[in-house]
């Protein structure tokens, strides 16, 4: 990297950081956001400007990001190994597993077959206000999309970070972040504009000869834990757990609940090990494939998602049977992201349908699965807790309530829908805040003329 590139980028971002605090001024916090990111990814080293990007997070009360910019990178002055690596690669399938072979695992036992997933018109749809049918995400009507299939691989020797980055024995690199949020890697370090560099003195953790790798996601919430991650575990269950490979967690903020995943699993405690290094190597590592997000692909889910919800499924048809037919309505009052204003009005309207509130934060995974498991119907806000329609059965009734803004997002849970084969509906405010976290108001003439489509009210009528 030349001087010369040093000096432009650096007069970069500070033309970038500049539009940015412009932007948080106005109230335009989703594109202030870029711009910050954006300025660091072109003077990364600088810490007044990092400080800048850290404060931002911090005045939106958003800290998990705060304190993944707070961290200061490595800055290599040696020489150093570099690779890119772009979204469209596929480099899993350069390392086809010999050792698997050797546990004698035929390929029809490490590998969840491709499938397709139609999306449907959500149904009220012609119900709603030419803004939302008018939105780009919904020329998905129709189409048929890929579930790619994925496999469960092995490397040798190779070096993972707890950040969803891994480095193999042939040097190739490879990342599962597909943001550009600030979760910058710690030992394998990441330059944004660079890309991956290796510095040789950094010597990771030697864990287990042999083991099966759960990291950290990169956006890791309670939504990419249960579509993206836990399916993982299912894996390791079926294919490894026989032949005393180890399951190997590094320690994140989600302990908890991925105690959770293990016990719904049956997965003894002697079969897992908790790493809190953030650089590990063990001889034989084994992975299972993540989404692909290739734009002919469904984005986050993948055949090892939809078979996690049908064993999860299962487990609470056989312990937690709950004899009720329930319609659920989850609340947002434990949480100040995307909180729902008019939040009571809306309530008020959902109880002459028959629903009730549920507030899922206090409850455990498994409660969460019975719950939705025994619903008919479920009316939330676009946030983590509609994940939990996947534990749903066939023919479930959804609505999901977003903001314009958060439309691009709709195919998170629609696809999770389709797979589970539920009625699907959504409704959206006409707002023009340009903010997926800030407060809204729900569209209660939109959400009664989809109920009133959909239900007849209940005794609860007035």
Not at 81 to 101: C, E, G, M, V, Y
Not at 168 to 185: A, C, H, Y
Not at 347 to 373: C, H, N, P, R
Request: proline content about 4%; aromatic content about 12%.
């Amino acid at each position: 990297m030349s001087e010369m590139n040093e000096a432009k980028w650096a007069e970069k971002a500070s033309l970038l950081l500049n539009d940015a605090k412009v932007l948080e001024e106005s109230g335009n916090q989703s594109e202030a956001e870029e711009r910050y990111l954006s300025a660091l990814k072109y003077d990364y080293y600088n810490e007044e400007l990092r400080a800048e990007v850290v404060a931002f997070y911090e005045r939106q009360n958003r800290i998990t990001e705060s304190s993944r910019i707070a961290y200061k990178p490595q800055k290599i002055a040696k020489p150093i190994k570099l690779r890119r690596i772009f979204q469209d690669q596929a480099p899993h399938n350069l390392f086809l597993s010999k050792r698997l072979a050797e546990l004698e695992l035929p390929e029809s036992q490490r590998t969840y077959n491709a499938s397709k997933l139609e999306i449907t018109e959500p149904f009220g749809f012609h119900l709603l206000p030419e803004f939302v049918k008018q939105h780009s995400a919904f020329a998905a009507i129709g189409k048929t999309f890929n579930v790619p299939e994925i496999y469960l691989r092995c490397f040798a020797n190779a070096k993972l970070s707890g950040n969803g980055a891994f480095v193999t024995g042939e040097n190739e690199f490879f990342n599962e972040n597909r943001v550009n949020s600030g979760s910058f890697l710690r030992h394998v370090v990441f330059h944004p504009l660079l890309g991956f560099i290796v510095d040789e003195d950094d010597k990771p953790t030697r864990t287990a000869q042999v083991a099966f790798y759960f990291q950290r996601h990169p956006m890791l919430n309670y939504y990419h834990l249960i579509t993206e991650q836990a399916p993982q575990l299912l894996a390791y269950k079926k294919h490894l757990q026989k032949f005393g490979v180890k399951v190997t967690v590094i320690k994140n903020q989600y302990a908890e609940l991925i105690q959770q995943v293990l016990d719904l699993l049956e997965i003894p405690d002697e079969s897992v090990q908790w790493i809190n290094s953030g650089y590990i190597v063990s001889d034989i590592v084994y992975r299972q494939d993540s989404a692909a997000h290739k734009n002919d692909d469904v984005k986050f889910i993948t055949p090892a998602t939809i078979d996690f919800f049908k064993y999860a499924q299962e487990v609470a048809s056989e312990e937690l049977k709950d004899s009720r037919t329930r319609r659920l309505f989850i609340s947002r009052e434990d949480t100040p992201k995307r909180a729902m204003e008019n939040e009571q009005q809306v309530f008020e309207l959902l109880k002459d349908y028959g629903f009730e509130k549920v507030i899922l934060s206090g409850l455990s995974l498994m409660e969460q699965i019975a719950l939705f498991g025994n619903a008919e119907a479920v009316v939330g806000a676009h946030g983590a807790g509609l994940t939990n329609i996947g534990f749903c059965k066939p023919d479930t009734f959804v609505l999901e309530i977003s903001r314009q803004f958060t439309l691009d997002r709709v195919r998170i849970f629609w696809d999770i829908a389709t797979a589970a084969d539920l009625q699907y509906a959504i409704v959206s405010s006409n707002d023009k805040i340009q903010d997926h976290a800030a407060p809204f108001n729900a569209p209660i003439e939109q959400i009664k003329s989809v109920l009133d489509a959909r239900f007849i009210k209940t005794s609860h009528s007035t």
